[in-house]
């Protein structure tokens, strides 16, 4: 089983649409959570950090949900601009202070006119 | 502001064949980063420096070497390339090891043939 999941979609959406995507992470010792877009044959860039108790940006929700070891990201009102795919990152952190940063393979959003 | 710069952008050897990634950032980060990105999985690391003077291995080494240059470069090394090191190379950086946004070059896209 992969460390972090993610359905890879593509999720096509017309504009103006609420699309939401899910992330799962099998380590409990899961510390931090981070959305990353890329777009396409792009660098992947930090979209927003997730917080425990949820947290918005914009359009943009993040939550968390640790029982159930997922995170997800809804985007409201979707634009043509938010076509990219999105990157679930979950960071476990070590004893010594290691951590080790996970990246999932990503959803692709398709938004159409 | 430049961030991460990486050359080349673009290269295509044959197998047996030698070359070096360059990586730079002018952000005065101590970390470092090489990752590989895959068709269908997630950036998997390939090398880390944790600060200037220290390389450690990440998740898939093998086939590869690196050097921290200096504080600000951290190049790769693939000594014999072969078809399965076809992938997309991203160099990234951030603050410390443990904390900070992890920034990426603009990648690049090797095919051994």
């Known amino acids: 089983r992969k460390e972090v999941e993610q359905d890879p979609g593509p999720f096509n959406v017309p504009e103006g649409a609420t699309v939401a995507f899910n992330c799962t992470y099998s380590?409990?010792?899961?510390?931090?959570f981070f959305w990353y877009r890329q777009d396409c044959r792009k660098e992947p860039k930090l979209l927003m950090s997730v917080y425990s108790s949820g947290n918005e940006d914009g359009r943009f929700t993040a939550q968390l949900n640790r029982a159930s070891q997922y995170i997800s990201l809804l985007i409201r009102d979707s634009k043509l601009s938010d076509s990219a795919t999105y990157l679930c990152v979950v960071i476990l952190m070590f004893s010594g202070g290691y951590n080790k940063l996970i990246f999932g393979a990503g959803t692709r959003l398709a938004v159409h006119p | 502001n430049a961030g991460v710069t990486q050359t080349p952008k673009f290269q295509v050897l044959k197998t047996g064949q030698s070359m070096t990634l360059q990586c730079a950032q002018d952000?005065?980060?101590?970390?470092m980063y090489w990752y590989r990105q895959d068709p269908g999985m997630g950036l998997r690391l390939i090398y880390y420096s944790a600060s200037e003077g220290t390389t450690d291995k990440g998740e898939v080494p093998n086939g590869y070497n690196v050097s921290r240059l200096n504080k600000r470069e951290f190049s790769l090394r693939l000594e014999s390339a072969a078809p399965s090191q076809t992938s997309v190379y991203f160099c990234?950086?951030?603050?410390?090891?443990?904390?900070?946004?992890?920034?990426f070059g603009e990648g690049s896209r090797l095919t051994v043939l």
């Open positions: 990234a950086s951030r603050e410390g090891h443990n904390t900070g946004e992890l920034f």
């Open positions: 952000m005065n980060h101590n970390s």
């Open positions: 380590n409990s010792a899961s510390q931090s």
